[in-house]
């Protein structure tokens, strides 16, 4: 049997900040048609490690990979043109803008320049952003509705559908259902659902263990710095959850046999 190639891996990741050991060596790869839950507690890591994937910043050491070949990434620029895009948590939308603004942001169709005057093409962004709207089956009226106007769940919504306009392979989710109501939750992880059918890669940080649970294929756990778990999602959830806890608060780790187990 042919072992898979990963989208994205990093190995022996590593960063500092002056005394601070912010990652130890983490390993990480997801594959096409994957969802991997990232989850630890405050300062275990996950944040640091998705800004080296996506660019922000440069690790001390370790060795980005996309599609099995070495990649140098140095700034969010490089990560996008290599088909990976982030998520935030606080979505980074114009809310006095239209959702088709919105998915064109910074990456605007024009229809004719002349120097630094240029005309939008704004039909034609339009017409786009409803073709994605579709496509994801995401539940907006109209793409000319100005998102300061969309629930919590739409915004995210068109958060996540903007990237992935743009031909995104992987995409890192950084608490996208924090603060939603219930029923927002259920859209945004249908929403994930989807983009797990059309073959992109997800990574999903999140403190919430229900939604990883609900939409993940496998979740990895951080502790300190340091990859303690790597596995695939349970089918009990009392039992996964139990043992996800033991893990972010150190009664079990998989990859150090001095750790103790439960």
């Given at each position: ?26 390993d990480l790869a997801v ?170 890669a997800i990574i999903l ?58």
């Amino acid at each position: 049997m042919t072992e898979r190639t990963p989208l994205v891996e990093i190995r022996n990741a590593k960063k500092r900040f002056g005394a601070v050991q912010a990652l130890r060596g983490v390993d990480l790869a997801v594959y096409s048609g994957e969802v991997l839950g990232l989850v630890g507690d405050n300062a275990a890591g996950k944040s640091t490690l998705m800004k080296v994937i996506s660019g922000a910043y440069i690790p001390d050491e370790g060795e980005i990979f996309i599609d099995g070949k070495r990649a140098h990434i140095t700034s969010p620029e490089d990560s996008r043109r290599l088909g990976i895009e982030m998520v935030y948590q606080d979505f980074a939308l114009a809310n006095n803008l239209d959702v088709a603004a919105n998915v064109f942001l910074g990456r605007e169709m024009v229809r004719w320049s002349l120097g630094p005057l240029k005309i939008m093409n704004k039909r034609a962004m339009e017409a786009g952003a409803r073709d994605l709207i579709d496509n994801l089956k995401i539940d907006i009226d109209s793409v000319r509705l100005k998102v300061e106007n969309l629930s919590g769940g739409q915004r995210q919504a068109v958060a996540i559908g903007r990237v992935t306009a743009f031909n995104a392979k992987v995409i890192i989710m950084d608490e996208p259902t924090a603060a939603l109501s219930v029923a927002a939750i259920g859209k945004v992880l249908d929403l994930i659902r989807e983009l797990k059918t059309q073959g992109c890669a997800i990574i999903l940080i999140s403190h919430r263990l229900e939604d990883v649970y609900e939409v993940g294929d496998r979740i990895i756990v951080l502790r300190q710095g340091r990859k303690v778990a790597d596995r695939p999602i349970g089918e009990d959830i009392h039992q996964f959850r139990e043992e996800i806890v033991a893990y972010m608060v150190g009664a079990k780790d998989d990859f150090s046999p001095e750790a103790a187990t439960v």
